[in-house]
């Protein structure tokens, strides 16, 4: 059941669009012999491999499960709609790109979810994997079907769909998974697949929705979610990490033939974030705090460059300015690649942690295009609701420098449909621009200044202080953006220098739907699904209507319907349907800070603050990890000159 | 400035390798190699690479060109083999000589292709190919990014010949190779229009995609009508005046080299 389908695959690929996509071969990827391992795990990402592929989470695990002897990993990819069609009609099944293997023939399929719009993407690869969509129709032949990734904080609306799920950490987790799959292997699968399950569950920190039952109340909310079998535990807590630099991944990036859509040596610099934005899940979800080392920075990037031949360096994090010694790091990674033109990104970046010479660092050894800030707010009251502790003074100050440096556009990004929000505080993200033109016209002197302001719907997510707040409706967020949208317009002093992009509000309704969903959610996904929903995070597949005409179809006989699910406020005593799956932060802190915002109340960072009681760390018995080390990266040995490829 | 001429292939499932897709895997193995590459001026450098009349997504090639531009002298035999380590499997570097003459994208004259028919017989293909070389003009259609286009495939076309695939299928099936030769021109014709021109004179409907592989392009010698080797003049300007800075070493890479075409080698 393990013989490779490519022969099969390979007639298929003349007819379809980027077939390099399909053909695996990537540099750094690994094939193992099949028989020589008795745990085979295949590692999905939900979307297409141009997104999939430069994935971090996925190459993390890929690689470390690799590692381990007696143990194979293989990737698999959503494939588009031409390949499906063909697939269909000529019987080859959801297949891994390393081996050609079908999907079926693995212990386990782990997928990655970072947002919920891939949920129909996995019911077509189930489909075309031969495996059933239901974990309840499944056997002992089929593989495990696991989720993982930010979305698995709440896997209730796929829950149906999934055997089990981990949240949060990959690395060990994968790892003590194997182990217990491997040990009842050996033992002859004893049990069966119930036996696993129960196995897996009673870690603590593996959840199997089938052993836990969810009782409702009669209008709609649910009473309580409980463990329906001994032994299995009321709540399933979340993996941490605490040594970044146990874990150097990847050490072996991927590097792909096809084009995707970051092409760039990745380097996680820190994990977790503790700025306390108030609509930021992965902030919350990811506490606390863990700095990767200075040296283990400079050691990965050194053994990356070389593995992949990447002709740029990203920094990861969730606010990579905010590293203890992000200064260091910067200029001495800018001075070792100096001569070999790499260049350096900070993909996130906030404006009162920016500074100039970062900056320059940054740019020194590449291009000087554009900056990119997120204010999240157009006006302070607002500001202070989300708690994103940024002035318009920070702003100002921040882009005046860098139009005084060289630099001619910067790009804003912000929300709408924040909680408490008016017209008004949507209508000051013109303002904001306005002043930012006013300001690099004034600093540089010239006229050919620009902004571009690009705004975001708003989603409430679980385990934030937001997850109780009223969504705003499709309807009103497209009317205060169009409002938005006019004024800029009918600015004839600054209106042509700025730019405006804004998605319409009807997407964010159906993540939102998918984000605070429960059980009852699943039926709306197969739904979409069997209704030729695929790629909903792609404008091109996405269908409002189809997602609408699935929810009118099944939700009412539970007596709920989309509104409730998002333009709902939910109350203090609501049992919320990812209760039980325990991120770490204290419900009555999360609480307490949703009033806070309500009252317009700022809370500070704990990094530099006294604690403020979220319940991460004591829960987890851990503490932040921060620098600064003190140490520097140093120049690496001088390379031989000209020696290398002419000795002979 | 030291130029280098490169040949390499598209092997295996990489033929689905697009161009683009190549000179991006193409640029990375240069870094991995380390390679001291001249780079371009301007506001963002690029390293100095010119390819030559690459093959289409999809089709294997013996024979693809590309000429790059070094800071600093590299013996070529060696970057031959540092390069061709660097790159995945499939995409092989197979000959590499230091560039003493100009032109090289002007050499390439016409292409070798052989295109393999699973499950058509050899016989069938061979009175297609006859319908095709009797007509004087064969019109073919093709979408390009201006809609689609309608040119003639015959003209181009300097010689077509069928034959049974070598040894015994597993399957039992038919399979048919057929082998053209080409000029280039413009519109280029290709492979696949060749093969639209024998639908169109002789039905000829190949069930299964053809496997196209081109083994050969470069100067077209008149006599004859064989392609020979692009970088033959390279070679034989190394021999007889060898330049100051490659001294011993052009010779040296001149043994390791294969002929392009085997027919006919100038």
Redesign the interface.
């Known amino acids: 059941m393990s013989e490779s389908v490519?022969p099969q695959l390979?007639?298929l690929?003349?007819?379809v669009q980027?077939?390099?996509q399909?053909?695996?071969?990537?540099?750094n990827s690994t094939v193992k012999p099949w028989e020589s391992c008795d745990v085979r795990w295949s590692l999905m990402y939900p979307d297409a491999y141009e997104v999939g592929l430069p994935n971090q989470g996925v190459m993390i695990l890929y690689e470390v499960l690799n590692e381990q002897e007696g143990v194979l990993a293989e990737r698999t990819y959503s494939v588009w709609p031409d390949l499906e069609a063909l697939m269909r009609e000529h019987n080859v099944p959801q297949f891994t790109v390393d081996g050609h293997r079908p999907v079926s023939a693995f212990d386990v399929l782990g997928v990655s979810f970072s947002t919920e719009l891939g949920y129909t993407n996995l019911l077509t690869a189930l489909d075309l994997a031969g495996i059933p969509l239901e974990a309840k129709d499944r056997t002992e032949d089929h593989p495990l079907i696991l989720a993982g990734g930010h979305a698995a904080f709440n896997p209730e609306p796929i829950a149906d769909f999934l055997d089990c799920a981990v949240v949060g950490d990959g690395e060990q987790a994968v790892l003590e998974i194997t182990e217990i799959i491997r040990t009842w292997k050996k033992e002859g699968r004893p049990g069966g697949r119930d036996e696993l399950l129960f196995r897996l569950a009673k870690t603590g920190s593996v959840y199997v929705p089938k052993f836990y039952d969810v009782e409702y109340l009669t209008d709609g909310r649910i009473s309580r979610v409980v463990p329906n079998r001994s032994g299995v535990p009321w709540r399933v807590s979340k993996h941490t990490v605490m040594d970044l630099d146990e874990w150097p991944y990847p050490k072996q990036p991927l590097?792909p033939?096809?084009?995707t859509v970051h092409?760039r040596m990745s380097v996680e610099i820190f994990r977790g974030c503790t700025r306390g934005c108030r609509f930021c899940q992965a902030g919350m979800i990811t506490r606390p705090v863990r700095e990767r080392s200075i040296t283990g920075i400079g050691e990965m990037v050194d053994k990356g460059?070389?593995?992949?031949?990447?002709?740029e360096v990203g920094l990861l994090s969730l606010s990579s300015a905010d590293h203890t010694e992000i200064g260091d790091i910067a200029k001495g990674l800018a001075d070792r690649y100096e001569e070999?033109?790499i260049g350096l990104s900070l993909p996130s970046t906030r404006v009162d942690a920016f500074n100039i010479d970062l900056a320059n660092e940054l740019t020194r050894n590449g291009?000087r295009s554009g900056l990119t800030f997120a204010p999240e707010g157009g006006s302070e009251r607002i500001r202070k609701v989300i708690n994103k502790m940024v002035s318009e003074e920070d702003l100002i100050r921040t882009v005046s420098t860098a139009y005084g440096n060289g630099w001619r556009q910067v790009k804003l990004y912000f929300m709408c449909g924040l909680p408490t929000e008016t017209d008004e505080d949507v209508l000051q993200i013109g303002d904001m621009a306005v002043n930012v033109i006013a300001e690099g016209r004034k600093v540089s002197g010239q006229n050919d200044i620009r902004c571009t302001v690009s705004i975001g719907g708003f989603v409430p997510k679980p385990h934030t202080p937001f997850q109780w707040a009223p969504q705003l409706s499709a309807e009103e967020t497209d009317a205060r953006l169009e409002k938005l949208r006019d004024k800029i317009r009918g600015d004839k002093k600054y209106g042509r220098s700025i730019g405006f992009r804004y998605h319409d509000g009807k997407p964010g309704i159906v993540e939102g739907l998918l984000s605070r969903g429960d059980r009852r959610i699943g039926a709306v996904i197969r739904a979409v699904y069997e209704d030729g929903g695929r790629f909903d995070g792609w404008r091109e597949h996405f269908s409002y209507d189809r997602w609408m005409k699935a929810a009118e179809a099944t939700l009412p006989e539970f007596g709920v319907d989309v509104a409730w699910y998002t333009t709902r406020e939910r109350t203090y005593e609501e049992v919320l349907p990812w209760d039980h799956l325990d991120s770490g932060l204290d419900k009555d802190w999360l609480w307490e800070d949703w009033q806070d915002a309500l009252d317009e109340t700022e809370v500070e960072d704990c990094r530099w603050t006294p604690c403020f009681d979220c319940g991460v760390c004591p829960q987890l018995d851990l503490d932040i990890q921060i620098g600064p080390t003190g140490k520097k990266l140093l120049p690496l040995s001088v390379?031989q000159?000209?020696a290398?490829?002419?000795a002979? | 400035m030291q130029r280098i001429r490169l040949r390499y292939t598209k092997r295996g499932r990489l033929r689905f390798t697009s161009h683009r897709d190549f000179q991006r895997a193409f640029e990375r193995a240069l870094r991995r190699a380390e390679v001291p590459m001249a780079y371009s001026a301007g506001f963002t450098p690029h390293p100095k690479v010119s390819y030559a009349n690459a093959a289409p997504t999809g089709t294997g090639s013996e024979a693809e060109y590309l000429e790059i531009a070094l800071t600093e002298h590299r013996d070529p035999a060696t970057l031959r083999e540092l390069l061709d380590e660097s790159l995945p499997a499939g995409l092989d570097v197979t000959d590499a000589v230091e560039a003493h003459t100009s032109g090289l994208a002007d050499r390439l004259e016409a292409s070798v292709w052989e295109i393999r028919l699973d499950e058509v017989a050899a016989a069938a293909a061979q009175s297609a190919v006859e319908a095709f070389l009797a007509e004087d003009e064969v019109l073919v259609e093709r979408r390009t990014k201006n809609g689609m286009r309608s040119f003639d495939a015959r003209a181009a076309v300097l010689s077509l010949q069928a034959a049974d695939c070598p040894g015994d299928r597993p399957d039992g099936k038919a399979c048919a190779i057929l082998r053209l030769v080409v000029r280039h021109a413009t519109p280029a014709v290709r492979p696949d229009d060749v093969l639209s021109g024998l639908r169109a004179t002789a039905d000829l409907a190949p069930p299964v995609p053809a496997a196209v592989t081109r083994l050969a392009q470069g100067p077209l010698d008149a006599e004859s009508g064989a392609v020979t080797d692009p970088l033959a003049p390279d070679r034989d300007a190394a021999l007889a005046a060898p330049s100051t800075a490659a001294g011993p070493r052009a010779a040296k890479a001149a043994s390791g080299a294969s002929p392009a075409a085997g027919d006919g080698t100038a």
């Open positions: 490519f390979e007639a690929l003349p007819h980027k077939p390099i399909y053909v695996g071969g990537e540099l590097v033939l096809a084009e092409e460059l070389k593995a992949t031949g990447f002709e070999d033109k291009r390379k000159p000209a290398g490829g002419n002979h």
